[in-house]
């Protein structure tokens, strides 16, 4: 049992169960594992450059949360992403994750928290289950470079002689 209490299971795209209904209607975070996908979390400043590159590209996202705590964003991506994620910076894919969720009311767009948590993204109908892994691997790739590029610039060219050691 995790730390925070009762794990109920919970597919993305799915009606949520009882017991993650009556958290929510407390105002509190359920904790549930998911089924059938995965969560690929992102640090936050990596995250938030993503997210802009996806939303610039109209790129239809599925559930996005803002976890305060570990200052990440989880994305809920297709299950098998973990298999094939290549080894990017800020990035970590979860098989078997374990999420504390609030209601799908609590959104960044309110300003509310719950559990220093928010959805950037809620899970409903109107939303995709999933947000496509390729797509945005291709996002966090052009994230991490956008946010290297100031280092990039500092970075001095050898002078044409080459390194002399004394």
Do not use: H, Q, Y
Not at 120 to 125: E, K, R, S, V
């Amino acid at each position: 049992m995790p730390a925070f209490g009762r794990a109920e299971s919970w597919t993305p795209g799915a009606e949520p169960g009882e017991w993650l209904k009556r958290a929510w209607l407390l105002g509190r975070c359920g904790t549930v594992r998911i089924t059938g996908a995965e969560v690929l979390r992102v640090s936050g400043s990596v995250a938030v450059a993503a997210l802009a590159v996806l939303e610039a590209s109209g790129t239809p996202l599925g559930p996005v949360l803002a976890n305060r705590a570990r200052f990440t964003a989880e994305i809920v991506v297709a299950a098998g992403t973990g298999a094939t994620w290549p080894a990017l910076p800020g990035t970590n894919c979860v098989e078997d994750a374990v999420m504390r969720c609030p209601a799908p009311d609590v959104t960044a767009a309110c300003r509310r928290r719950t559990g220093g948590r928010t959805w950037i993204c809620a899970p409903g109908p109107e939303r995709p289950a999933t947000t496509d892994s390729d797509v945005l691997c291709e996002a966090i790739t052009s994230a991490l470079v956008k946010l290297a590029s100031p280092w990039f610039a500092l970075a001095r060219p050898a002078r044409s002689g080459g390194t002399r050691l004394a």
